[in-house]
């Protein structure tokens, strides 16, 4: 299936929602996106304060130290979670250059080896 028609079938089925259930979509998602938010933050603190202090002697954090810690590392290393649909696109382009690539390199030690041994 390509990309379009699932656009198409998420608009179609969008379109057939009424206003009422259209808001409480909205809303549930906002609230569901905000849990996730605060589960995440607080996952990090967990996972730190149950590793970072008996492992490296570091100090303990608080919710908001480990979401500043989530906003320094994204800062210094990039995004968090792998990458979107871009890094992936752009991971696809790079395989195949490399892919194409090689075999150029195989095709010419291959006509090499034919004259070589010819």
């Known amino acids: 299936m390509s990309e379009n028609s699932d656009n198409r079938k998420f608009e179609d089925w969008w379109e057939d929602r009424n206003i009422g259930e259209k808001v409480v979509l909205v809303i549930g998602f906002v609230i569901l996106g905000a849990g996730l938010l605060f589960l995440f933050g607080f996952v990090v603190m967990l996972l730190w304060n149950w590793l970072m202090p008996e492992i490296f002697g570091l100090k303990t954090l608080t919710y908001w130290q480990s979401w500043g810690l989530l906003a320094l590392s994204c800062i210094l290393f990039g995004r968090i979670g792998g990458g979107g649909s871009k890094s992936s696109s752009s ?7 490399l892919r194409s690539y090689i075999h ?3 095709e010419d030690e291959e006509k090499k080896s034919e004259t070589a041994g010819a």
């Open 104 to 106: 150029e390199q195989c």
């Open 91 to 97: 991971d696809r382009k790079r395989k195949r250059k």
